[in-house]
């Protein structure tokens, strides 16, 4: 079973490099300002895209195989609890604030801890199609992970990947020189090999 899981790992991270390796080479042999521009607005979109639908498909992944495994609540971090009662905290938003209420969501949680890991909210820890900084903190910090990797590209990530997506949603044009694009690109490499060093483990671990 671990074998699949780590092969899903590296598979999907694997196609979407080559990806954008192949987008580099298209932006390199592009000939005219028009289509400079088209390719860098593809490397912008492209690039953010793969790095915030890796990191959903890592944590995807990753509660895959603790269902799977069926993991009890007890070994993971505490965080994780949020993803077993967060439906229930939506539901207690339309009830009366009174005790009873908080009691059954109490109930709930501690029902949920004797328990294994399933039908987990994912919405948790997943990036929400606004992958900043402080979403990948929030992500690490329920699963239990260190962000210390990434913090070195926080001002790349924020100002970079994130912001220059906006611009080309926005209707932005702009042409990006070749060297660049391929930092651009290899920039979200980076990122995704460091996803995939932060979730791997988990699997060994569990």
């Given at each position: 079973?671990?074998?699949?899981?780590?092969?899903?790992?590296?598979?999907?991270?694997?196609?979407?490099?080559?990806?954008?390796?192949?987008?580099?080479?298209?932006?390199?042999?592009?000939?005219s300002g028009r289509e400079k521009a088209a390719t860098s607005r593809a490397?912008?979109?492209?690039?953010?895209?793969?790095?915030?639908?890796?990191?959903?498909?890592?944590?995807?992944?990753?509660?895959?195989?603790?269902?799977?495994?069926?993991?009890?609540?007890?070994?993971?971090?505490?965080?994780?609890?949020?993803?077993?009662?967060?439906?229930?905290?939506?539901?207690?938003?339309?009830?009366?604030?009174?005790?009873?209420s908080r009691r059954k969501l109490l109930?709930?949680?501690?029902?949920?801890?004797?328990?294994?890991?399933?039908?987990?909210?994912?919405?948790?820890?997943?990036?929400?199609?606004?992958?900043?900084?402080?979403?990948?903190?929030?992500?690490?910090?329920?699963?239990?992970?260190?962000?210390?990797?990434?913090?070195?590209?926080?001002?790349?990530?924020?100002?970079?990947?994130?912001?220059?997506?906006?611009?080309?949603?926005?209707?932005?044009?702009?042409?990006?020189?070749?060297?660049?694009?391929?930092?651009?690109?290899?920039?979200?490499?980076?990122?995704?090999?460091?996803?995939?060093?932060?979730?791997?483990?988990?699997?060994?671990?569990?």
């Open positions: 079973m671990l074998t699949e899981f780590l092969k899903k790992l590296s598979d999907d991270r694997l196609w979407r490099v080559r990806e954008l390796s192949d987008l580099r080479i298209m932006h390199r042999k592009a000939a490397i912008v979109v492209l690039s953010y895209a793969h790095w915030e639908g890796y990191c959903a498909s890592c944590a995807g992944t990753f509660i895959d195989y603790l269902e799977a495994k069926k993991v009890p609540y007890s070994l993971l971090p505490p965080d994780m609890m949020l993803g077993a009662v967060s439906h229930a905290l939506d539901s207690y938003r339309d009830t009366a604030d009174n005790l009873v109930k709930l949680q501690q029902q949920a801890y004797t328990g294994h890991i399933e039908r987990y909210d994912r919405r948790v820890i997943l990036p929400r199609s606004n992958l900043n900084f402080d979403r990948l903190r929030f992500i690490h910090e329920i699963i239990g992970a260190e962000i210390q990797p990434f913090q070195k590209y926080r001002l790349k990530i924020d100002k970079e990947l994130v912001a220059w997506r906006h611009l080309v949603a926005h209707g932005e044009m702009f042409a990006l020189e070749n060297l660049l694009a391929a930092d651009h690109t290899k920039l979200c490499e980076e990122l995704m090999f460091l996803t995939k060093d932060t979730f791997e483990p988990f699997l060994f671990e569990y």
